[in-house]
C-alpha cells in the first residue's frame, strides 16, 4: 500500500489487485489517490482504442494496460496503435476463446491449442474461460502450454464455477478474475444470477489451497453474510496472503472508488488520519 494508506489486510494482499476498466482520465486521478497501489492495469477496449488514447495527457508515462478485445485480429490491430506510444505500458492481453460452434468437429482442446499456437503477443495472454461445455479440456491444454494465463468468469452456478476455480488452482495457474459488475461480496441472490464477490473468490481461493472440497468452495463464493468472509482474509498472513496473489494476479473493478469505499467499510484497508 502507499505510505498515505494504513492496511488492515495482510501486507501484499490489496497491492496491485483491481484491473480498472474506467476512463484514463479517472484511473489517473485514482493512481493519484491514497489507495494508489491497490490499481493494477488499467483495461482498454481494443475495439475503442483510438477514442481512449485520446483521452491520455501528458501527465501519463508508461501506464500499465491491459488490451481487451472479441478475437486476436482485433486485440493485435490495438496492440500496432499503442506500440510506440510511450503514455501507456502494455503488460498483457485478454482473450475469449474461439467458439466451437453447433455441431463442430474440432474439440475445445483443439479450437484452445490452435489459439495458443496462434498468439504472437510480446505479452503475455489472459485467455477468457467460463464454466460450460469443454472448458476442463481448454484448461488442461492452457496448463499443458504454460506460457499464458486465464481470466475467469465465473458465471453458472455455485457448483459449476467453485469446479473451474478449484481445478485453476490446481493446476497452479496465473489468472486475472473477469466478468461485468463483479460486486465486492456476494448477494442474497448469488446462486441463481451468478454474480460472485470479488472477496468470496479470494476465500475460496485460500480454501482451496488448503484443501477444502469443492462443495465447501461453492459455499464460500455463495456465501452472502460477508463477516465470515472478511474474518477470513483478515486472518491471512502475509506469507498466505503472498501464496494466494501468486495465482490470484487482479481481480476486475468496474467502479473503484465504490470498491475501495466498501473494503473501508469492511475494515480492509483504511485511509491514513
Known amino acids: 500500500m502507499t505510505s498515505g494508506s494504513a492496511p488492515v489486510a495482510a501486507a501484499g494482499l490489496l497491492d496491485n489487485l483491481l484491473d480498472d476498466t474506467g476512463s484514463p482520465a479517472a484511473h489517473r486521478d485514482h493512481r493519484g489517490a491514497w489507495y494508489g497501489d491497490t490499481l493494477a492495469a488499467l483495461v482498454l477496449d481494443a475495439a475503442t482504442i483510438e477514442q481512449t488514447t485520446a483521452q491520455l495527457g501528458a501527465a501519463d508515462h508508461a501506464r500499465p494496460v491491459l488490451l481487451s478485445g472479441s478475437d486476436r485480429h482485433q486485440v493485435r490491430a490495438a496492440r500496432d496503435l499503442i506500440a510506440e506510444d510511450d503514455r501507456v505500458e502494455l503488460i498483457g492481453v485478454r482473450l475469449p476463446l474461439p467458439e466451437a460452434g453447433p455441431g463442430a468437429r474440432v474439440s475445445r482442446a483443439e479450437t484452445t491449442a490452435r489459439l495458443l499456437a496462434a498468439l504472437d503477443f510480446t505479452a ?73 464477490g470479488v472477496l468470496n473468490v479470494l476465500a475460496a481461493v485460500r480454501a482451496a489451497l488448503e484443501g477444502a472440497s469443492r462443495p465447501d468452495l461453492a459455499r464460500v463464493l455463495a456465501e452472502p453474510d460477508p463477516a465470515p468472509v472478511v474474518a477470513s482474509l483478515r486472518a491471512l498472513t502475509e506469507a498466505d496472503a503472498a501464496r494466494l496473489r501468486t495465482l490470484c494476479v487482479a481481480v476486475q473493478a468496474d467502479d473503484v472508488e465504490g470498491t475501495i469505499a466498501e473494503l473501508v467499510r469492511l475494515g480492509l484497508i483504511a485511509p491514513d488520519d
Open 124 to 196: 503475455p495472454a489472459w485467455i477468457e474461460i467460463a464454466p460450460g461445455p469443454g472448458w476442463a479440456e481448454a484448461l488442461s491444454v492452457i496448463a499443458a502450454d504454460g506460457a499464458e494465463g486465464l481470466t475467469l468468469v465465473l458465471d453458472d452456478g455455485p457448483d459449476q464455477a467453485a469446479a473451474l476455480l478449484d481445478a485453476a488452482v490446481s493446476h497452479r495457474l496465473r489468472w486475472r478474475l473477469g466478468g461485468p459488475e463483479l460486486p465486492l461480496t456476494s448477494p442474497p441472490t448469488a446462486p441463481t444470477d451468478h454474480r460472485y
